[in-house]
């Protein structure tokens, strides 16, 4: 499997953007059975979970981006994506997509959203 995420960039706080991660080297039956999840890494601090979402939609959200940001998937195209709304400078890290299916994970290579004051 491989995953690439995109959509990240320079946003001044209050503003918004829309990550987009494509699976590919993977079938429909694989990718739509998959938990998508969205973690994030600022400078020196650990990795983190942002959101996830499961093969049947269910959702989780980090409390802090409860209410800012949505995560979805369209299984046909294999894409998932991370809607986030009302960025604050906190919000500034690479984001980086993973797959996780019966104990298997794949991760995307990172896309950098920083969030200006």
């Known amino acids: 499997v491989q995953l690439q995420a995109s959509g990240g960039g320079l946003v001044q706080a209050g503003g918004s953007l829309r990550l987009s991660c494509a699976a590919s080297r993977t079938i429909f039956s694989i990718f739509s059975s998959a938990t998508m999840g969205w973690y994030r890494q600022a400078p020196g601090k650990q990795r983190e979970l942002v959101a996830d979402i499961t093969s049947g939609g269910n959702t989780n959200y980090a409390d802090s981006v409860k209410g800012r940001f949505t995560i979805s998937r369209d299984n046909a195209k294999k894409m998932v994506y991370l809607q986030m709304n009302s960025l604050a400078p906190e919000d500034t890290a690479a984001y980086y997509c993973?797959?996780?299916?019966?104990?298997?994970?794949?991760w995307g290579q990172g896309t950098l959203v920083t969030v200006s004051s």
């Open positions: 993973r797959m996780e299916r019966l104990g298997y994970e794949s």
